[in-house]
Antibody
């Protein structure tokens, strides 16, 4: 069974850092691009970042560019999101999601349950 | 701030057909980018319903259909069922392969 399991969320002060992880199982990790999508309390979904299956291409929303870094480790089947200079507006549930293809298409056909990040000001 | 606009809510009785619109601009849907649709029940993982404007992933009932024209797209749910009560999001792309989601629509089954 294909599964995504996020971890690493928690409470952090404004200006701080946090690293989210997503454990992948049930499919060949390197064959698919991966993304992070977030949902702030009471708000809709917001695309955050995508990385290609090879890891050679990365894409970011303007709201996080320069502060967040997406990466993947094929030896551990893990996706990561390093979040620096966190702001109150970064407070959200962060979802890890699998792409339909190896290149980034942002067609997300499998999602995790999410991990909550709370940034206190 | 989302650049794709959806109605905040739509409702229908069981068995009815409802449609959800997704209005973009010349920099996203109107630029020829495809539209995908997701279903999201609170507290659960979102689910891909439609990709590439009108294609259904395996396992998605044919009660769900998608279309696109110009700067807009639509999701139709026919034969509305109680289990369809959820939030629905369209998603497309802005210039430079940046994903953009719609504002979201809450579907209520009366």
């Amino acid at each position: 069974e294909m599964q995504l399991l996020e971890s690493g969320g928690g409470l952090v002060q404004s200006g701080g850092s946090l690293r989210l992880s997503c454990a992948v199982s049930g499919f060949t990790f390197s064959n698919y691009a991966m993304s992070w999508v977030r949902q702030a309390p009471g708000k809709g979904l917001e695309w955050v970042s995508t990385i290609s299956g090879s890891g050679g291409s990365t894409y970011y929303a303007d709201s996080v560019k320069g502060r967040f870094t997406i990466s993947r480790d094929k030896s551990t089947n893990m996706l990561h999101l390093q979040m620096n200079s966190l702001r109150a507006e970064d407070t959200a549930v962060y979802y890890c999601a699998k792409d339909l293809r190896i290149v980034a298409t942002i067609i997300l056909d499998l999602w995790g349950q999410g991990t909550l990040v709370t940034v206190s000001s | 701030q989302s650049v794709l606009t959806q109605p905040p809510s739509v409702s229908g009785a069981p068995g009815q057909r409802v449609t959800i619109s997704c209005t973009g601009s010349s920099s996203n849907i109107g630029a020829g980018y495809d539209v995908n649709w997701y279903q999201h029940l609170a507290g659960t993982a979102p689910k891909l319903l439609i990709f590439g404007n009108k294609n259904r992933p395996s396992g998605v009932p044919d009660r769900f259909s998608g279309s696109k024209s110009g700067t807009s797209a639509s999701l139709a749910i026919s034969g509305l069922q109680a289990e369809d009560e959820a939030d629905y999001y369209c998603q497309s792309y802005d210039s430079g392969l940046r994903g953009v989601f719609g504002t979201g629509t809450k579907v209520t089954v009366l």
